[in-house]
Each structure stands twice: as structure tokens, then as C-alpha cells.
């Protein structure tokens, strides 16, 4: 089970998630086939997103993240819903980089830095807030942490990680995202500095068999847990959604695709489900759209 466990402490002066993400990225690098790199990328985003998305109130809020750093991995695509469904996806799942002299996972290198992290919130509301902030070295955490400060005014420690196992699945995989509340003083900055001193990774906390509630207590000696929120990978894609799609598109491209290819094959990016609409059902949407 995946959750993410949510506190304060320092005297309420911060607040503190932590979620142990490892079934969540393993099931996406298996519905992917994610070579090494690409399965940390995606990973480490999928666990800052399901984090932010445990703040969402209504089942049906949703925040979609989107980053492309120029990198050979392409874009990064990850949507979450309060109802704790997550899904998401990167361009080239075959990507496996490492740092020179070193077994470290390029992230970096991978995702670039030549472009934007862009956050899309739906409230429920008829239009979607979004923002973005460049990227500042393409490893998620610091960009997140950008993103925090920059966008919503929060001073934000983000640590991400994923370890990949020899055979490519995932050992350990997680993130903890500690945010200075606003009664928060400058011994509170101090505290917080002094704890990344002694910070270990996420993914090797979670590897040694750490619970979230356990990495909390190792950090701050006052922490008081206020919930938690499951986190599952699912997608809620259907062929009535696509279908929906489909009748956005202007009538003299529908009846370009019935002539050119007698249908259409559309594939869900998040979860590699596929659906056929022949030349009957492009028909009957093209008859529903004549109708207004």
C-alpha cells in the first residue's frame, strides 16, 4: 500500500509528508517497461505529485505535471486526483544514463534543464490554474523545491529517490517534502539546515526497512501525525472518453479519417489500453455534431 503520511513538528512550524512509493513506480516501470533511468525520473515525480496530491479536497480535484527539459527522455507526464488515483507516463521509457565513475542514475541528464516543470490544478472550477518555473537541474527534487518557493511562496526541503534493483525492478522508491508553515521563525531555517546536514536518501531510508512514521520520528523529536491519504496507480480512461475526444474535433477532419483510414486506433499513453472506432461509430459522431 502506498500512503502518504502527513505531520508537523518543530512546534508546528512545519510541516512534514513522507510516502514510501515503491509498489507505485514498480507497477509503473512493469505497465511501461521503464529502463533504469526513466523508471527514477518518472518515479521521483510520481512521488512529489501524489504528495501535492494529497492536499486536494474533493475526489475530482486534480493536478497534472508536466516537465521537459529538452532531454532524452522527453516529456514527463503525471496527473493525480484527491480521490488518491496517479497515473503517468515519459515519451521514452528507454533511457538509462549514469554519472561518469559512477553507479548514481543521471536523472539530470536525462531530463535536461532546457525547458519548464509546469503544475495544472482543477478545482472543479470551469478553467484549470496553471503555472511553471524553469528547470534548474533537471533531478525533480530541486526543481520541485523551486517550483515551492517560487510559485507558492514555500520554503520546501523535496527529497525524491528510486533505486533500481540489477534486474531493473524497483527496490525502494519515495519522497519527503518538509515545508516551513507561516508562524515559522529564523531558528526553525536553522533547525531545518542543520537536519538536511544529516538528511540520508529517501530511497535508502525506505531500502533499510524505515516506515514513513519512523523517518518523521528520526527527524524531529515533537512530530504529531494528522492523517494519511492512500495513493493508487490507476487510470480511468474508457472508450466513451475517447469518444468525447474524438467529438472535438471539427467534422471535416472526422470525415478526412473515415475516407483515409476507415476509423481510428487510439492508445492511452497512461496505460497502453487501445480502442478501435470504425467507420460507423466516426459516422455517428459526425451525425451527433451535424445535429447543433
Not at 525520473?41 to 493536478?63: F, N, P, T
Amino acid at each position: 500500500m502506498n500512503e502518504v503520511l502527513i505531520g508537523t513538528a518543530l512546534d508546528d512550524k512545519v510541516r512534514i509528508y513522507c510516502l514510501n512509493s515503491t509498489n507505485l513506480v514498480e507497477k509503473t516501470r512493469l505497465l511501461h517497461d521503464l529502463w533504469p533511468t526513466a523508471s527514477a525520473a518518472l518515479g521521483r515525480v510520481e512521488s512529489v505529485v501524489a504528495i501535492m496530491a494529497s492536499l486536494l479536497k474533493g475526489d475530482d480535484e486534480k493536478i497534472v505535471v508536466s516537465i521537459n527539459g529538452g532531454g532524452p527522455i522527453g516529456t514527463i507526464l503525471v496527473e493525480a486526483k484527491g480521490n488518491g488515483d496517479i497515473r503517468g507516463f515519459v515519451s521514452n521509457n528507454e533511457v538509462y544514463l549514469k554519472y561518469d565513475n559512477s553507479d548514481k542514475l543521471a536523472v539530470g541528464l536525462a531530463v535536461g534543464t532546457d525547458g519548464y516543470l509546469s503544475v495544472s490544478r482543477n478545482m472543479g472550477l470551469k478553467e484549470s490554474f496553471t503555472s511553471k518555473v524553469k528547470l534548474q537541474t533537471g533531478e525533480i527534487g530541486d526543481d520541485f523545491a523551486y517550483y515551492f518557493a517560487v510559485s507558492e511562496q514555500t520554503l520546501s526541503v523535496v527529497s525524491v529517490g528510486v533505486l533500481v534493483d540489477v534486474d531493473y525492478s524497483i527496490k525502494a522508491a519515495g519522497g519527503l517534502l518538509i515545508q516551513l508553515l507561516p508562524n515559522h521563525t529564523e531558528e526553525t531555517i536553522v533547525q531545518v539546515e542543520e537536519l538536511l546536514k544529516r538528511l540520508k536518501p529517501i530511497s535508502s531510508l525506505i531500502d533499510e526497512g524505515y516506515s514513513s512514521e519512523e523517518i518523521m520520528n528520526d527527524l524531529f523529536d515533537d512530530v504529531k501525525i494528522l492523517g494519511k491519504k492512500e495513493i493508487r496507480w490507476n487510470c480511468d480512461c474508457s472508450k466513451e472518453r475517447f469518444r468525447a475526444a474524438l467529438a472535438t474535433l471539427d467534422v471535416s477532419d472526422l470525415k478526412e479519417m473515415i475516407k483515409e483510414d476507415h476509423g481510428a486506433h487510439i492508445k492511452c499513453e497512461f496505460c497502453n489500453s487501445e480502442y478501435e472506432f470504425n467507420e460507423d461509430d466516426l459516422k455517428n459522431i459526425v451525425e451527433f455534431k451535424s445535429g447543433f
